[in-house]
Structure formats: structure tokens, C-alpha cells
């Protein structure tokens, strides 16, 4: 870090200098381009429709109203698309981290019989699949169609996450377990004792991974369930989007009581509102869900 | 391990591997699940692939065998050829325009000499990532809207006069908006790999050049990127052999009636005329095609990663 440091007290030239400046406009534009397109809807939606309407840059709202937010809220569709979003990616989580996990363990033990075939068989669906047709038939086959767990088995293991964890595993001395068994423990105590712990930052890295699939997947969603009872939130977005909806939800009849305030309630302040309220949950866990994740794309990394 | 190889005799083999599973039992236990996972979810439905060479209908299930001319029947379609052309021309672009930025990236944030402005960048750029692609279509909408957005209002306010194409619905447009937005998203991601290997370089080495009169430029010309050039052959070849993924996440996040022409793609097609109409066989053989295509650009890119590293390959 020193060195660092030093090298920024080094003279340079113009051309240097010019570079840098060069350099910072870039990534500040870019920085800009990623950080404004939030900002912007969070203040579009607070902001009072009639003088929204024109359009432009937003750095702070124009007038301020909440009637959006209470409509929008007003609405049941949104809490079921809020808590199904939830619930598929706290359930999905879990299973998906504890099937990585004693899928992992036995695949990165030597003394197993058979593992370079087994890895094999897992390591094979990440370079051929059947395609969308043979696994929607497969789900109906089993009977998930129109069910919430369609939207969690299908994809409930990664083979690209399980053998993260499998080499972060492999690195786990032996020695350490023997000794656990001399007194009296058995694989799956080892497992959960011994080498789970030891695996955390791997397991933090690949819980990422899970839940942030989870949360933004509409596919299983989109593909084999029907029922408006398990949507989930980017697809109640997309019925917002799509304006037909929104407009039939800014007119319709359970905003009575807002009367004649919801008249100047414009089409575009319902959708903001609606982007607003799906992306500032993950505005909130962001700082935290980025530090493990970058933990782990160098964790795959390295493996090789 | 060795005795079991010189031991021809097969069968106390296996009564040695029987004996070692009933003592391990559990450890073998552990793996049911993640197998019956893998053959539910992966290896019946690769069998399924069959009904690509046969009649497959949702009421009576499969029927006659018809060879290959479900696939010539699916090549003749105008929609199908559209789509496959769309998905090359996407992911093509997608490669050359998405590939270099997180290099460009990477060298750029490395130059930056404040730590706390380089954790806020990278935090910033990488934010994308996170979101969902019908958020992020939010986002365009109220960037692009023609009559509430920023930008279209920015413009109006520059010059009332001027005429706004909304670049969500125009044909011309639309691939442009796909490329730039897989871009936007996807490239702070792409920064971590190659930063955490600028890391990884000896800085000693840096100063060596700057005794001998380097400047920036210089030093990240001879320094960083040949040092780097090793991972990003690797991660290149890589990206090619997924090359045929062109995101169906994004591409039905973005479409509308007025642009689906210019950005179907192959997966697009596949749930438009596999869930949506019911043409089983037909979107299965679509499928297929994808998917055969994507394992031998697989095996071919592994193959090349081993020859310029022998470490780097997946397999």
C-alpha cells in the first residue's frame, strides 16, 4: 500500500495528467450511468405527477407525493408477488446451499468409489442440456406444473456452484477428520462439525449466488406455473410495464377513495413506482450481497 | 490403490468396494439426493431430445418416428431462420463489444489513485448486475420514454423542436439497445477476474520500469497487459464456447411486438412455439440444434484453453 502511495507523489508528465483526467470522466460516466437510472425512478416516483409528466433529469423530486406508493400498495397483486419473490429465494437458498453442500462433501473425498464418474455425471450437465421443451415435459411428468416448488427444483443445483464448493472442500486436510472419527463421529457430524465451518466463505459465495438467481429468475415462473397466486415480482412488473395494465390499475375502481386524487395519477408515476418499490430492495442488501460475491467470483477463479 | 490394480481378480474388488461402501455408508448416503436431482432434472429430460425425431403431441404423447424431417420441416421456417440469424448477430456483437470493456475497465480503475474512489466505482459498476432484466427494462423506460423520459426530455429542453425516436420500439434501434444494455450490465462483473489478477502483479516491477523511465502508458503496455493476456485468452476462448447463449432473460425482458423481428433468438423461438403454441416436437429439434452447436463449441474452445495454458481447462 505504501508503494502505492508513492508512486502518486512521482511527477508526471501533461500526457499523464490528461489521461487521468481522461480516465476518471469515464468511469465517472459510467459510475453516473449505473447509480442515476435508480436514483431517477425513486425520485420520478415521489414526485408530484403533473410536474413529472415533461420528462428530464431528475436529481430531486418535483413536488412530492405519495399517492403512488398507497395505490400501488393498495393493490393485493404486489404483496403476492413480494412474498412469493421472498419466499422463492429464502426456501430456494436454502435447499439449494444444503443439496450443494452433501452433494460437494462426498465428491471431494478420495476414498469415494467412483468419484471421477460421478463428477463426471455432474459435470456433464453444464455442457449439454436437453433444452427448455425436454425439462417443461420432465416438470409436467412429475406433476410440479402450477406449483411453488417448480419454481425451485428445476434449477435446485448448480453444477458450476457445487464444485466451487468441492474444491474449497478438497482443500480440507484429512487429518482433521480422522481425528473427528477416532472419536466416535460419523460423516454426516464431520460434515456439519467440521468441514461446513471451515467452508464458510465459500458458502457465503455460493448462498449469494443462489439467492440472487432466485430473486431475479422469472423463468420457472414464466414456464410452468399459470396461477396470478404465484407470480412473482419481475413478472408482476412486466404486467405493469406493460402500460394496458397500468393504466387499467391507475383507473381502477378500489382507488375510489382516493378520488379525485388519483385522476392526475399519471401512467408513467404508477410504473416508477412499481420499478421502484422491486429495486430498492436490492438497493438495501447491495453493499452486503457485493462483498461476498466478489469473494466468490475469485474463489472460481482460482480454481482453474 | 496399487494392490487393487495388480489383483486380477475382479470380483475381490468388488467385494473390497462393497466393503468400503457399507463401512461408509453414509458418506454415500449424501450423495442420493444430488444424483436423483441430476438424473430428474438433466438426464430424463436429455433422453427427452428423442421427441425431436418424433411426432410429440401434449394429449397423446409420443407418436410416429419421422427421422430428420422435423428438423428439415424447422430449418425451412422463415421464423427459425430469423431467430438463428438474430442469435449469431447478437451474440457476435454481444462478444466483440462485450469482451474488451471489462479490460478497458480494469486497466482504468487500476490507475485510480484514491482507494475510497476506487471501492466507489467498482461498487457503482457492478450494481447492475444484481438487478433483474424486467427491472432493467424499467430503467430504459424511464430513461428512453419519449414523452416522461430523461433523456427525450433532456433533448426537448436543449431543442423543443427536436423529433424523438423512442429507441425501446424502432427496428433500427433495438439491437443497439440490447448490445449497449448487455454491456452496461454484465461489464462491472467482468472487472473482478482481471483486477483481482492486476493484484496479484509484483509491483517491484513497476518500479524497476519507472527507474528506467516508464511512464503510465508504458508500464501498462509492457507490464500489465502481458501479465493479464494469459487470463484473457482464457476467459475469451470461454466466452466463445458459450457463445450461442444470447440471453433469453434479456431478449424477452426487451421485446414488443414492434421489435421482436430484429431480436428473437433461438430460445425466444423455442418458448414461443414450445409453450405458447404447443409444437413440442418442432421447439424440441430447435432446442436440440442450440445445444449441440453450444457442446461442440465447448469442447473445441476447452480444447484450445488447454494448448495455450494446460491448467486452465474445465475438463
Known sequence: ?304 | MTQTKIAPNRLKRYRRMWRDIRADWILYLLLVPGMVYVVLFHYIPMLGVANAFRDYSAVTGPGAWRGLEIFEKLFSRVAFQRAFRNNIIISLFKLLCGFPVPIILSLMINEIRRPRVKKFIQTAIILPNFISWFIISGLLFAMFSVTSGAIPGLIRALNPNAVITNVLQDKDCIRTVVIGSYVWQASGMGTIVYLAAITGIDQQLYEAAMIDGAGKWQQMVHITLPTLLPTIIVLFIFRVGSVMNAGFDQIYALSNSLVVSKIDIIDTYVFKIGIEQAKFSEATAAGLFKSAIGLVLVLTTNYLAKKVDPDSGIM
Open chain 1, 1 to 304: 500500500m505504501k508503494k502505492r502511495k508513492k508512486s502518486g507523489h512521482i511527477a508526471r508528465t501533461r500526457g499523464e495528467q490528461i489521461g487521468y483526467a481522461i480516465i476518471m470522466l469515464v468511469l465517472g460516466l459510467f459510475a453516473f450511468s449505473t447509480i442515476y437510472p435508480v436514483w431517477h425512478v425513486v425520485m420520478y416516483s415521489i414526485s408530484d405527477s403533473k410536474l413529472s409528466m415533461s420528462g428530464g433529469f431528475f436529481f430531486w423530486p418535483r413536488g412530492f407525493s405519495l399517492k403512488s406508493y398507497k395505490m400501488v400498495f393498495q393493490t393485493s397483486q404486489i404483496w403476492i408477488a413480494y412474498r412469493n419473490s421472498i419466499l422463492v429465494t429464502f426456501v430456494g437458498t436454502v435447499m439449494s446451499v444444503g443439496l450443494s453442500a452433501i452433494t460437494a462433501y462426498p465428491l471431494s473425498r478420495k476414498r469415494l468409489h467412483g468419484r471421477n464418474f460421478l463428477s463426471m455425471v455432474v459435470f456433464f450437465t453444464m455442457l449439454f442440456s436437453g433444452g427448455m421443451i425436454p425439462l417443461y415435459l420432465q416438470v409436467a411428468r412429475l406433476g410440479l406444473l402450477d406449483t411453488f416448488w417448480s419454481m425451485i427444483l428445476p434449477t435446485c443445483m448448480s453444477a458450476y456452484n457445487m464444485f466451487i464448493l468441492r474444491n474449497f472442500m478438497q482443500g480440507v486436510p484429512d487429518s482433521l477428520e480422522e481425528s473427528a472419527r477416532i472419536d466416535g463421529a460419523n460423516d454426516f457430524i464431520i460434515l456439519v462439525r467440521i468441514i461446513l465451518p471451515l467452508c464458510t466463505p465459500s458458502l457465503a459465495a455460493i448462498a449469494m449466488f443462489y439467492g440472487v438467481h432466485y430473486w431475479n429468475n422469472y423463468m420457472n415462473c414464466l414456464l410452468y406455473t399459470n396461477s396470478t397466486g404465484l407470480q412473482v415480482l419481475p413478472l408482476y412488473l412486466r404486467t405493469v410495464l406493460n402500460s394496458a395494465a397500468a393504466n387499467a390499475l391507475s383507473a381502477s375502481s378500489d382507488l375510489s377513495s382516493l378520488g379525485e386524487a388519483a385522476s392526475v395519477l399519471t401512467e408513467e408515476t404508477v410504473k416508477m413506482t412499481v420499478v421502484a418499490v422491486s429495486v430498492i430492495p436490492i438497493i438495501l442488501v447491495y453493499p452486503y450481497l457485493q462483498r461476498f460475491y466478489t469473494k466468490g467470483i475469485t474463489v472460481g477463479a482460482v480454481k482453474g
